[in-house]
């Protein structure tokens, strides 16, 4: 099994930065792609970036691509968010996720996605 913590999330104002971190244990090398997600209060959980298992492949949502890079280090088997000229319609509650099966394609779909994080509180004011 794999367990996963968020860590990052927190209160910014519009137009700030936050890096989310997440860390994965247990049965680490069994890890492929990795990617984020974010539920909003009355909305479904929405993709936000993904990266594959070298960290070489990255893809992400229309509504964060410029702002936001995901990155991967394997060797602390942690991946990150950095989230930058943050909006207001950014806050949610972000979360972790992993696959333990690959293909040619990045995972975009939250459920070729076999592990979750609980997920971290991201809130940002105008």
């Known amino acids: 099994q794999v367990q996963l913590v968020e860590s990052g999330g927190g209160l910014v104002q519009a137009g700030g930065s936050l890096r989310l971190s997440c860390v994965a244990s247990?049965?680490?090398?069994?890890?492929?792609?990795m990617g984020w997600f974010r539920q909003a209060p009355g909305k479904e959980r929405e993709f936000v970036a993904a990266t594959s298992r070298s960290g070489g492949r990255t893809s992400y949502a229309d509504s964060v691509k410029g702002r936001f890079t995901i990155s991967r280090d394997n060797a602390k088997n942690t991946v990150y968010l950095q989230m930058n000229s943050l909006k207001p319609e950014d806050t949610a509650v972000y979360y972790c996720a992993a696959a333990s099966s690959g293909s040619y394609y990045l995972y975009l779909a939250a459920h070729e996605y076999d592990y979750w994080g609980q997920g971290t509180q991201v809130t940002v004011s105008s």
């Open positions: 247990g049965r680490t090398g069994s890890l492929y792609d």
